[in-house]
């Protein structure tokens, strides 16, 4: 059974930085198995993949994030981070991280982060 908490979310000016983690609840050998992705969801807007992150390390961002962005795990912590710089005010959201193995997927209960310009 996996389980995904988030933390690091705050408020933030513009240009800031912030560094979401994402810590799983299972087993490090399951762990490594996962494709992790981190999504987020603006007032009013669909949620989106903002980055995500294989089990060979492979990386992926949205458009709107790369060369600000970073996303990366540590297999030993079961934690996969969100190295955020050069915030936004439409960076605004609620990010979520998520899980997948196979057809299987698991959603964290997400942490706010806010972008004050």
């Known amino acids: 059974q996996v389980q995904l908490v988030e933390s690091g979310g705050g408020l933030v000016q513009a240009g800031g930085s912030l560094r979401l983690s994402c810590a799983c609840a299972?087993?490090?050998?399951?762990?490594?198995?996962?494709?992790m992705g981190w999504y987020r969801q603006a007032p009013g807007k669909q949620r989106e993949l903002v980055a995500s992150?294989?089990?060979?390390?492979?990386?992926d961002y949205t458009d709107s994030v790369k060369g600000r962005f970073t996303i990366s795990r540590d297999n030993a912590k079961r934690t996969v981070y969100l190295q955020m710089n050069s915030l936004k005010p439409e960076d605004t959201a609620v990010y979520y991280c998520?899980?997948?193995?196979?057809?299987?997927?698991?959603w964290g209960q997400g942490t706010l982060v806010t972008v004050s310009s």
């Open positions: 998520k899980s997948r193995l196979g057809t299987s997927e698991v």
């Open positions: 992150i294989t089990s060979g390390y492979s990386t």
């Open positions: 299972a087993s490090g050998s399951a762990f490594r198995l996962l494709r």
